[in-house]
Structures are given as structure tokens and as C-alpha cells.
């Protein structure tokens, strides 16, 4: 009778030996000075495949646009017309235009 606590308290104290010696994987992260490090690092990443499954979504979805239901409504114009405004102010502006994973924010002029 007291053989079966004896047996499941050695089995215990191996386990947790051997999970205590097992080695640790250090992950070692990379130190960025600054916001405008980590933005350049994240420049032209490659694309996940979930953001290629949306991509490939929404061109499937602008193929197939319905003239009965109303998706968006042009508020300042065709497209066409608004890119010929846009000016890119700084170097690091030009990169980031250049970036398919950057969003464009614009706030109150």
C-alpha cells in the first residue's frame, strides 16, 4: 500500500526534475532607438498571406460591384484627379509612399 505514493512521488520528482533542466530558449530582442527605427524596419515587408487573401478579396469585389446597391459615395472626386495633388514633403515621406504596407492618415489641415 504505501509502495503506490512512494512510486507516484518518485515519478513526480523525476518529472520535475527533468522539466527544471531542460534548456531555456533566450529570445534576444533587437533594440530600436526610436519609433522612426522601428517604422524603416517595418518598410517593405513581405506581404502575410492573410493580407493577400483580403487584397485578392477586395479586387473580386470591385469586379463585381452591382449598379443597385451603392458602395461608396465620391465625396472630393474621382481618384484620378486627387493623386495629381499629392506632393511628397520629406525623404522618409516618399519611402513610405513607396510602401504597399503603409496606411495613409491625414488629420485637420
Do not use: E, W
Not at 522612426?36 to 487584397?55: A, E, F, G, V, Y
Not at 485578392?56 to 469586379?63: I, N
Amino acid at each position: 500500500m504505501k509502495t503506490l505514493p512512494l512510486l507516484l512521488t518518485l515519478i513526480l520528482m523525476t518529472v520535475l526534475c527533468a522539466c527544471s533542466t531542460s534548456p531555456q530558449g533566450m529570445v534576444k530582442k533587437k533594440a530600436l532607438i526610436s519609433d522612426h527605427h522601428l517604422m524603416l524596419s517595418l518598410l517593405n515587408r513581405p506581404i502575410s498571406q492573410d493580407q493577400q487573401m483580403m487584397l485578392a478579396f477586395a479586387r473580386q469585389r470591385a469586379q463585381l460591384q452591382s449598379p443597385y446597391f451603392v458602395h461608396a459615395i465620391s465625396i472630393k472626386g474621382p481618384k484620378q484627379q486627387a493623386t495629381a495633388t499629392k506632393s511628397v514633403a520629406h525623404h522618409y515621406s516618399a519611402l513610405i509612399a513607396q510602401d504597399f504596407n503603409s496606411v495613409q492618415i491625414s488629420g485637420p489641415k
